[in-house]
């Protein structure tokens, strides 16, 4: 397996793995990507098994300690000196689940925020995936104020201090 950052080439495959994994309300868009990846390439985590992409893990870099919903849709709000790593997506195709990839893509993730100086990561999910971040060592803050979906999320943070 293959783990490295993207590139713009790497726009339909990233678009596709997503499409795979989220339901199309909580998707984001090849143009949501397009600008992602013109904004903060370096901050995807991609793993390939040959030239297939079966996994990701994406997010921005703020001074902003929460997650809020207009970061999934504003890429301009990234600052790459930025305190906090938030993680937007978490993405394993299904017939790839639950081979530990993901888990692979976020520590991985973790190590690169720790060693760029960041404060910690920040993300939302579910309530069903708040065991599996907590085994990462993210802390459940409660229910956030994120409305994507139209579904409750949780937001968790794992602090390096």
């Known amino acids: 397996m293959l783990i490295r950052t993207a590139s713009i080439d790497d726009l339909d495959k990233i678009t596709a793995v997503e499409a795979e994994c989220f339901p199309l309300a909580e998707a984001a868009t ?3 990507f397009s600008a992602r990846l013109a904004s903060y390439p370096n901050h995807f985590w991609l793993m390939f098994d040959g030239d297939r992409l079966i996994s990701f ?5 703020t001074d902003e300690p929460d997650l809020r919903d207009e970061m999934f849709a504003d890429a301009s709000l990234h600052n790459e ?13 299904p017939s790839e689940r639950r081979k530990g990839y993901a888990g692979q893509l976020l520590r991985r993730a973790i190590a690169d925020a720790k060693e760029q100086g960041r404060k910690g990561l920040v993300l939302t999910c579910k309530e069903a ?6 085994g990462f060592g993210y802390i459940n803050e409660g229910l956030s104020q994120s409305v994507h979906g139209g579904v409750p999320w949780y937001q968790m943070r794992l602090s390096f201090d």
């Open 129 to 134: 995936k708040l065991h599996y971040y907590a």
């Open 81 to 93: 000196n930025g305190a906090w790593q938030m993680i937007f997506g978490v993405n394993t195709v």
């Open 57 to 61: 893990v994406d997010g921005f870099v």
């Open 30 to 32: 090849r143009a949501d």
